[in-house]
């Protein structure tokens, strides 16, 4: 890891383990002391203002016009909604009111991806955003967010979207095609 830190920038978001707390939303205790932990951890600099945002989701944009990846890393943790029960994600128990970004990440969201210039975009999630057979946690947990976070891509539009989620211990290519998914 030192030597990959050497050779390339290391960008990144949180999951659960690095949050602090098993599936853990907005109900930990200790999330801010997390965010500077994690952010020291990934080198933030001092002025950064994942520094001072509640949440550390961020967006970079690499590579010259007509040749840009826009990279949008969303912080599904720091405003997650209400506790749920534990061990609820075995039950399928949808959390269909609460929300996984907070309204400042929804609207921060929401500018980075109108109009943006960039021939491809990655949107990296600590959760699978399509996927919903599985039983574990999942966007198809929280449907309201999710319905939400599908509408803004259909209206936004950005071109050549990939998801890239994380916290599944393996690999898999998913694809929507055709209607949206509920």
Do not use: C
């Not at 999330?31 to 520094?51: G, I």
């Not at 999942?138 to 050549?160: E, G, I, Q, S, V």
């Amino acid at each position: 890891y030192q030597e990959l830190r050497q050779r390339a920038r290391v960008i990144g978001v949180w999951d659960d383990n690095d949050y602090g707390e098993k599936d853990g939303g907005a109900e930990n205790a200790h999330k801010k002391e997390s965010q500077e932990w994690v952010l020291n951890f990934l080198d933030e600099p001092p002025a950064s203002p994942r520094r001072t945002q509640a949440g550390i989701y961020v967006a970079y944009t690499f590579g010259p016009p007509g040749r840009q990846v826009k990279v949008i890393l969303l912080d599904g943790r720091y405003h997650r909604g209400e506790p749920r029960e534990l061990w609820s994600w075995l039950t399928r128990k949808p959390e269909a009111e609460s929300d996984i970004l907070g309204d400042e990440q929804w609207a921060w969201l929401e500018r980075e991806l109108t109009d943006s210039s960039a021939d491809i975009h990655l949107i990296g999630s600590g959760i699978q955003v399509l996927a919903d057979e599985q039983p574990f946690e999942k966007w198809a947990n929280f449907p309201r967010a999710r319905r939400r976070l599908l509408d803004l891509l259909a209206k936004t539009r950005p071109r050549n979207v990939i998801l890239l989620s994380g916290d599944r211990h393996l690999g898999e290519i998913s694809r929507a095609v055709g209607p949206r998914p509920p």
